[in-house]
């Protein structure tokens, strides 16, 4: 379809916008309509899109097939191991109110230390959100539905590669 | 005309559509017209899960069902032919089956609640604890104090940026959607992930393991 100029051009007008509504859904899944498996199906979407236009090498460019491979076991590692890390923290697998010990425990502390200075107060255990991370249960769907969205994106299009390459394999 | 009036037009219309293309779907011969056909009834199906206000849904039918889906047909279409057989006989005994089945189906909506019954199961099991564990609690894009009174009580001064705190065990996000599948239903979440992979991997070794043999054949 190389030679379809109206395509060409509407298709590089469209992508951009079809990839950061992707990323938009991924990232704004919490607040937003969306979320991990929505975001990389649009995502794989529009690099489809691309494939179909410019041809599946084009394509093969921008997400090298190796490349995908590693992201699709990385999305699932990414959820996984999310899980366990909130294990590590002493919570249950997947249990995200565990994550919030690292920094929070951090900014805990420090609000003791400020307390002791001031007085002999028993700490409530208050701490400031500091953080540039959102914390807890927010954080850990956010990283589990970023694993999602690897898996499901480099997956789909995996597929479409290889459906796309069988007419030269048989 | 009222707001009812005019949604339950609109679903009407919709679902007319969807039955239309359905039916034009199976009784057409030219394979590729189906597939795009399928495709105009993936987002006829988005659109109609829009206004049930289901958008995460209606945005997996429309990427899923109208995108891949019909992308995938096409290359399989490429791979074989345009055109259906024509059937040698009228089918009557699968008539026969699909009338009853959907006959069956129809009958046993009958008993279900009515849609949107704020008393029917569904939302009386563990929804309302969802609901109630992942309110939103984000007011005018800041995080709303919510454990902040324990504090207070005590004699504290409590900066309103405090999102949350140990003693919070809630799902603070606005979606409840996401907030139940990452989260109550993350065990779920996480065997569907792992199934796209494992699909992911068939896919591959399928595939590519035909080219690697042809491959190694060609210099025998």
């Known amino acids: 379809m190389r030679e379809q100029s109206i395509l060409r051009i509407v298709g590089k007008l469209l992508i951009p916008y079809i990839l950061l509504f992707a990323l938009y859904v991924q990232f704004h899944g919490d607040y937003g309509p969306g979320g991990g498996f929505q975001a990389g199906v649009i995502f794989a979407a529009g690099l489809i899109l691309y494939g179909l236009i410019f041809g599946v090498n084009a394509a093969r460019q921008v997400a090298p097939p190796l490349t995908m491979e590693t992201l699709a076991a990385l999305g699932v590692l990414l959820y996984a191991g999310t899980g366990v890390v909130a294990m590590l923290n002493g919570g249950t697998f997947l249990d995200y109110s565990a994550l919030q010990g690292t920094h929070q425990q951090v900014v805990d502390q420090q609000v003791d230390l400020d307390e002791h200075h001031e007085g002999d107060e028993e700490s409530t255990g208050q701490a400031e959100h500091h953080g540039f991370l959102p914390q807890g249960q927010h954080l850990g769907i956010l990283v589990v539905e970023l694993g999602v969205g690897l898996t499901v994106a480099a997956v789909m299009i995996l597929i479409f590669f290889s459906f796309a390459s069988r007419e030269r394999v048989l | ?220």
């Open chain 2, 1 to 220: 005309m009222s707001e009812v009036v005019v949604y339950n037009v609109i679903v009407i219309f919709l679902l007319v559509l969807l039955l239309g293309t359905a039916i034009t779907v199976a009784r057409m011969r030219d394979l590729w017209a189906a597939v795009m056909l399928t495709g105009i009834y993936s987002f006829l199906g988005a659109s109609w899960m829009m206004l049930l206000d289901a958008p995460d849904v209606a945005f997996t039918e429309a990427a899923v069902g109208a995108g891949i889906a019909t992308f995938l047909m096409l290359g399989t279409l490429a791979l074989t032919s345009r055109k259906a057989k024509e059937p040698n006989r009228a089918a009557l005994v699968p008539l026969a089956v699909v009338v009853v089945t959907g006959a069956a189906l129809v009958y046993g909506t009958f008993d279900m609640p009515h849609y949107g019954d704020p008393q029917a199961p569904v939302h009386q099991h563990v929804a309302p604890e969802y609901l109630n564990d992942s309110v939103p609690h984000v007011h005018h894009g800041k995080a709303e104090v919510k454990v902040g009174l324990e504090a207070s009580a005590q004699g504290r001064e409590v900066s309103l940026e405090i999102s949350q705190s140990a003693e919070v065990s809630k799902v603070d996000v606005p979606n409840i959607v996401t907030a139940v599948l990452a989260s109550y239903r993350g065990y779920d979440t996480l065997g569907e992930t792992v199934v796209i992979f494992t699909a992911g991997i068939g896919v591959l070794l399928l595939l590519r393991g035909r080219r690697r043999q042809r491959v190694g054949e060609a210099p025998a």
